[in-house]
Structure formats: structure tokens, C-alpha cells
């Protein structure tokens, strides 16, 4: 690129792509990804060894949140540190992105930290609880976070997901006041319910964010 | 018909510009990568935004190597937003 003077057209030109290559160096989605894979895969396994094991199992998933919560905090805090001495843009995003995520995480582990006491008191009942309360915190977390607002598509995703999944909140709630509610099934639908706003929430955003910045480099390539 | 700021209708220095409009700071390298241009070129280029109190340059000294972090101003941001509102009405008037 040079320093020379250019026609209106080309300005606009300039300026579109200078943008679109800031945006391929901002936040890729691969965090998302890992964190929403462990989760899930971790509420699955203890779920079923819980159902199909002993029911104790389903109280060693509340530490399993715990470990995976402090992990995730601890990574962002090394991965922010790193990007700080190496990095050569700090774009606004990045910041709203690992702020969000870092407070929400601490919250999580705090809900966490605070049901612990209940848990060991009222056994499962109180874990399946505590999931719907830890939905809502990361349901808020990805909200906060502004990731809809990356990109176009997933702001669509992200809206029809929204709305499904009030209509889920509200239906389970009515099952879990109604008659003859057992532990297990309280549970299984805590449970369910983290496991849905975890997909909603950190996978299709996540898979979303790499297939967009892979477009963005193949067509880089291309170019 | 609104005026095209000269400082900002340059092709590089558009580049520069429409890089720090949208991050919070970016370093010399990042900037010579992005705008494939030589550091020469883009030193001055820099200077003279800078002269115009279009964008903030701050020499900071990582280790053993210095580092420059470029980041835009008000006043840069509000020159970006009326060159592109004129762009604009040229734009509309072809």
C-alpha cells in the first residue's frame, strides 16, 4: 500500500477492507468450543452414572463444575496475560468477550461454592436445582458477552435459540412445581436444561465463530 | 457538498485510520502487516497523523525491544466520521 491519492470508490473500498482484516485476527471461538464440550460431555457422563450407577454421582458433578469452572477462569487469566506481552492489537471486543466470561465464570463458581452445603444436606434434588440457577448465569454470561453481536448469522442463531429456550424455562418450571416431583427427576431436568443452554450458549457460537474465521481465511487465501 | 478531508484521502493513511477505528490499540507491526506497506513509509505516514492529533503513537520499551502502540483519538474518529459522511454524498451526487 502506498501513499497515494485515491478516487471515492476506492476509499470506500479501503476502509471495507481494512475492517474485515481487523476482524479476522479478533476472538476465533475455540475457547467456547472447548469449555462447551467439556461441560456437556461432563453432564452427560455423570447423569448416566447417576441414573444408572448410584445416585452420589450426580453430587461429584458439582465439583466437576467447580474444577472446570477454575480451569477456564485460570486459562483466561494466562491466556490474557500472554496476549498482553505478545500480541500486536487489542481490539475493544476481546475485552468485552474475557471480562464477560471472566465474571460470569466467577459467579458460577460461586453458585457452585454456596450449594454445596444443600447438596451434602438434600442430596440430588439440590444439584438438579443448582443447574437451573448455573443455566441462567451462563445464559446471562453469553448474553453480556456481545458474541451475538459478531456476526450477523449468529445474531439470527442466537434470537430463535433465545426463544426456544424461554419457552423450555417456563415449561420445566411448571413440571418441577407440579405433583410428585422425585429428586431424580428434578435432576435429570437441571441437568437437561444446562445442557441445552450449553449448546445454545457456547457450542453453536463457538463452531459459528470457527467456521466464520475459516471462511475468512480461505477467502484471504484466495485474495 | 462537504469537503474531503486531504489529511484522511490518502490510500495508506485511510488504512491506518479505518485499522485503529476499530481496535483499541495496535502496534507498529500489526499496522506494516495489515496495510502491506514499508516501515519507512508508514513511519511518516504515522507522524503526520499523528501531527494532526488524528491518532495517539506511544513508544513504550517491551525487554530489550521497543514497541510502538498506535491508537486513534476523538478527534480522529470524528474526521473518520465526516469523510465518510462525505463519501457518502459524493457518492450519492454520482
Known sequence: MEDKI???Q??????QKMIDKTRQSM???KPLLWFGYVLAIGIIVFN???FYVNESWAENLVIFYLVTFVVAIISIIIFIENRRKKSHVSSYSDRIVYGAWSIGLIFMGLVCYFFLPAIYAYGIVAVGYMQFVLAGFLYMTNLFSGIAQSTGKMLLVTKATYGVTFGLFAGIATTLFGDNVSSMKVLIEGSFIFLFVVVIAL???GHRLCVWNKQHADAKKVV | MIELDPLLHSQLRLAIMSILLS????DFVYLRTQTESTAGNLSIQLDKLSEAGYINVNKLSDGNR????CSITEKGRDAMAAYTQALRSYLAGL
Not at chain 1, 10 to 15: A, C, G, H
Not at chain 2, 23 to 26: D, K, L
Open chain 1, 203 to 205: 457450542i453453536i457460537p
Open chain 1, 27 to 29: 476472538f476465533n471461538g
Open chain 1, 10 to 15: 476506492e476509499s470506500l473500498d479501503v476502509i
Open chain 2, 66 to 69: 521497543p514497541r510502538t502502540l
Open chain 2, 23 to 26: 481496535v483499541e490499540s495496535a
Open chain 1, 6 to 8: 485515491i478516487t471515492e
Open chain 1, 48 to 50: 448416566l452414572l447417576a
